[in-house]
């Protein structure tokens, strides 16, 4: 089993950053990919960001690159996601999760593990 659980969110307004965290725990993460999503309000989960835990290399959505980073810190087991040039439309609950095996990092629905969500609000 694995337990993972967000923390950072808040409100911020249009233009600032933010740092959200996901500490995770149980089994090992070696083979295991961790991501983020987000869900705004009426709108679907969607990818926003995807690390290899292991060799590190990341993935982002095209709505986040160049504005987002995803990092981890393996001594930690820790994930973060930091957001700058934060917009309104980033404003969501955002979750991280966790996927082992050679699946799309980007479907929401190949996840095994999931944390409950911290609340992003964005401010214009």
């Known amino acids: 089993q694995v337990q993972l659980v967000e923390s950072g969110g808040g409100l911020v307004q249009a233009g600032g950053s933010l740092r959200v965290s996901c500490a995770a725990s149980?089994?090992?993460?070696?083979?295991?990919?961790m991501g983020w999503f987000r869900q705004g309000p009426g709108k679907e989960r969607e990818f926003v960001a995807a690390?290899?835990?292991?060799?590190?290399?990341?993935y982002y959505a095209d709505s986040v690159k160049g504005r987002f980073t995803i990092s981890r810190d393996k001594s930690k087991n820790t994930m973060y996601l930091r957001m700058n040039s934060l917009k309104p439309e980033d404003t969501a609950v955002y979750y991280c999760?966790?996927?082992?095996?050679?699946?799309?990092?980007?479907?929401?629905?190949?996840?095994?593990?999931w944390g409950q969500g911290t609340q992003v609000t964005v401010s214009s």
């Open positions: 149980g089994r090992t993460f070696n083979s295991a990919t």
């Open positions: 690390i290899r835990w292991s060799g590190g290399s990341t």
């Open positions: 999760a966790a996927l082992y095996g050679s699946r799309s990092y980007e479907a929401y629905a190949e996840y095994d593990y």
